[in-house]
T-cell receptor
Framework: KQEVTQIPAALSVPEGENLVLNCSFT??????LQWFRQDPGKGLTSLLL?????REQTSGRLNASLDKSSGRSTLYIAASQPGDSATYLC???????????FGEGTQLTVNP | NAGVTQTPKFRILKIGQSMTLQCTQD?????MYWYRQDPGMGLKLIYY???????DKGEVPNGYNVSRSTTEDFPLRLELAAPSQTSVYFC?????????????FGPGTRLTVT
């Protein structure tokens, strides 16, 4: 059974700092990996999707990497801003395509 | 486009009552999903559908039922509500589960069973 772990569970940083969020998964037979953002009381917003054949994806100040063989992904946020404060979730889609398994998330606070 | 919409936003049910959570998407997506999120936890898949008339169980289907009569709508039915079903329910849709197609989520329904 696929298990997804995110470390740390919570992170507080000053504005402007570069930071890394970590995601690990137990079964490397994945189809893709997605990073989501969730604001309090809101739904999820997809940030980046990495196919299993890719190593990284970039969008603005966000860069996500994938090392399938070691079961790891990182989300790098450059020059963090208070508006980046949210919970960040990673999820892996198994190769059958039938199940997207989520981690428990990292709650990020960026202080002005 | 409105994207994925869910109703109601909040609901309180008594134990044993039933209700239907509504989900509609206007993106002509074939795939639709229902998830639940318990406090401090990730999301767990309840049911999913790959097209009108086709549904399948996810990780935690017990106590729920779904139907998919149209491409746009994917209601989730709770029969005989139990306190363990207190959660936030999210509906999502995607063009396909294959390829670079992300899932789009609705704003959620917060359900309390007392």
């Amino acid at each position: 059974k696929q298990e997804v772990t995110q470390i740390p569970a919570a992170l507080s940083v000053p504005e402007g700092e570069n930071l890394v969020l970590n995601c690990s998964f137990t079964d490397s037979a994945i189809y893709n990996l997605q990073w989501f953002r969730q604001d309090p009381g809101k739904g999820l917003t997809s940030l980046l999707l990495i196919q299993s054949s890719q190593r990284e994806q970039t969008s603005g100040r966000l860069n996500a990497s994938l090392d399938k063989s070691s079961g790891r992904s990182t989300l790098y946020i450059a020059a963090s801003q208070p508006g980046d404060s949210a919970t960040y979730l990673c999820a892996v889609l198994e190769t059958s395509g039938s199940r997207l398994t989520f981690g428990e998330g990292t709650q990020l606070t960026v202080n002005p | 486009n409105a994207g994925v919409t869910q109703t109601p936003k909040f609901r309180i049910l008594k134990i044993g009552q039933s209700m239907t959570l509504q989900c509609t998407q206007d993106m002509n997506h074939n795939y639709m999903y229902w998830y639940r999120q318990d406090p401090g936890m990730g999301l767990k898949l309840i049911y999913y559908s790959v097209g009108a008339g086709i549904t399948d169980k996810g990780e935690v289907p017990n106590g729920y039922n779904v139907s998919r009569s149209t491409t746009e709508d994917f209601p989730l039915r709770l029969e005989l509500a139990a306190p363990s079903q207190t959660s936030v329910y999210f509906c999502a849709s995607s063009y396909s589960r294959w390829g670079p197609y992300e899932q789009y989520f609705g704003p959620g329904t917060r359900l309390t069973v007392t």
